[in-house]
């Protein structure tokens, strides 16, 4: 299920206007005296009557402190507070309004949350992550991310995939050195997880693994974590370490954590015709 906040308003116009330039929100759908913003998971309606819904407050979730005070500098002129830290919520905000009078808030939460992001963000905004902090990763939030896991397509439904999670460092260290520099982000993560495909079961145990492998990078993202694809970990010396079967296939030994730091940009891409051949 999903679900749409409208608020009547007498300047719809206007209000288009400064969601869409100021806030940066997309019109999703635009119904002539009714229309419906969108901003992330946000979809914000507004719709044109002889009265105004203003007595409400609409919290727009910031990815980093950064992001803001981009926003501080762009509405200075309607702020109310400048961007701080609130100690109680654990949150860096500022209050601002919008042209009908209605309160604005910006924020970033300061702590682990659980994530929010719609399929579009999460597809543009996942990335390799290389270095974690040292929170540890509650196990409920952890078989969150293989229960979204298991639902990876597999040829005929067989399923040959699996997963193994190894919390055991001297195990991570080992399993960081295998590939020298290619495989160190695997120690500085607080657990690793290997992604094995089982040749017994599925013909196409290759391409089942690699799918299921990037389902669960995609749903480590969802719920917060970041990961890394380690390549070219299908080696007797990692099936020695992790004590598996030496006929199973070593998709990926990624590592798992919370990211430390800034989440990198997104590198250049080529443009969508580039990927079209005749």
């Given amino acids: 299920m999903h679900g749409i906040i409208f608020f009547k308003t007498q300047k719809l116009n206007e209000l288009k206007e400064f969601y869409i330039n100021q806030i940066g929100c997309a019109l999703w759908l635009d119904q002539g005296d009714c229309i419906i913003l969108k901003n992330g998971n946000m979809l914000l309606g507004l719709h044109g009557q002889e009265s105004a819904d203003i007595d409400a407050l609409i919290t727009f979730v910031c990815d980093s402190r950064a992001e803001v005070d ?18 109680k919520y654990k949150i860096y905000n500022f209050f601002a309004s919008d042209p009908e009078g209605r ?29 974690f902090t040292d929170d540890k990763i509650p196990y409920d939030l ?21 997963f193994k999670i190894i919390e055991d460092k001297a195990l991570i260290q080992k399993l960081s050195e295998v590939r020298g520099k290619s495989s160190s982000p695997i120690g500085r993560a607080p657990i690793a997880v ?6 017994d079961i599925s013909k196409r145990y290759i391409q089942d693994g690699c799918i299921a492998a990037y389902h669960f990078l995609l749903a480590a993202w969802q719920y917060g974590l970041g990961t890394c694809w380690i390549a070219a970990m299908d080696r007797d010396e990692v099936k020695e370490i992790l004590g598996i079967n030496p006929k199973h296939y070593v998709v990926t030994v990624t590592p798992l954590g919370f ?3 800034d989440i990198p940009q997104a590198p250049e891409r080529k443009e969508v015709s580039w990927f079209l051949r005749e």
């Fill in 194 to 199: 290997a992604i094995i495909s089982d040749p």
């Fill in 103 to 131: 309160e604005l808030e910006f924020q970033f939460f300061e702590h682990h949350i659980e994530n929010y992001l719609d399929g579009e963000q999460l597809l543009l905004t996942r990335r390799s992550i290389r270095h």
């Fill in 70 to 87: 981009l926003y501080y500098n762009k509405l200075k002129t309607q702020s109310k507070s400048t961007p701080s830290y609130n100690e």
């Fill in 259 to 261: 990211p430390k730091g």
């Fill in 142 to 162: 952890l078989n969150k991310v293989l229960d979204l896991s298991r639902y990876a397509p597999t040829a005929l439904n067989q399923q040959p995939y699996y």
